[in-house]
């Protein structure tokens, strides 16, 4: 098939809002007050002169697989219905697809989660942190990987710089603004990168309209 262009968005923050796939799963099993803990400190520098380590952040993603193989596979990802979508989520890439566009979803949170999230709003395009439910291996994923998918699906498509979209809205999400011929910020705190447009809190629908009008 011929794209009109390519959009790829975030998840966590971007596509939904409130609460990330990693919180929605932890409320689902009763691990949310864990979950919190190592939001915070997973990968943070311990201080100095503490006796205790922080874990790193694989070490945490092994941790929360342990959660998950505990409470089985089906209360784990039974938390679509409490996701909060951003405004116009749905529609926004309802309105790029039917203009041909091939719209995908890049994420560093778990893949079977970020799977359940596309499949929602239709799309079929998608990566994150892979969870091998037999073996329990995990394949990680962090910012170069997003924006290595958004640069292998404008490759595989053969999409110019200019038909390529990023939508994000954290620092981890830079990496793959960058690779983009375009981006667009919806988070609060902008990291500063040239070129792209500060939307804080803008609806997915408002995103895909000025997609539309630029390409």
């Given amino acids: 098939m011929n794209y009109q262009g390519l959009v790829v968005f975030d998840c966590d923050g971007t596509l939904i809002r409130e609460k990330t796939v990693w919180d929605l799963i932890a409320a689902q099993i009763g691990k949310s007050e864990r979950m919190d803990w190592l939001e915070r400190n997973a990968g ?19 941790e929360m ?81 997003k924006a290595g998918f958004l640069v292998q699906l404008a490759h595989e498509n053969n999409l110019p710089g200019n038909r390529v979209f990023a939508v994000g809205e954290s620092g981890g999400d830079a990496d793959m603004l960058k690779a983009a011929g375009r981006g667009f910020f919806v988070g609060e705190n902008y990291p500063g990168i040239p070129g792209i447009s500060h939307l804080p809190n803008s609806g997915i629908d408002t995103i895909a309209e000025r997609i539309l009008r630029s390409a």
């Fill in 44 to 62: 943070a520098q311990t201080a100095i002169g503490s006796s205790s380590r922080n874990p790193t952040v694989n070490e945490a993603r092994e």
């Fill in 65 to 145: 697989a342990g959660w998950y193989f505990e409470s089985g596979r089906a209360a784990v990802e039974s938390f679509l219905p409490s996701v909060v979508w951003a405004k116009g989520a749905h529609d926004g890439v309802g309105y790029l697809g039917e203009a041909g566009f091939l719209v995908a979803v890049s994420s560093m949170t778990w893949k079977f989660g970020v799977g359940i999230v596309a499949a929602d709003l239709g799309v079929s395009e998608f990566t994150g942190t892979d969870l091998d439910w037999d073996t329990g291996e995990i394949t990680h994923v962090f910012p170069e990987e």
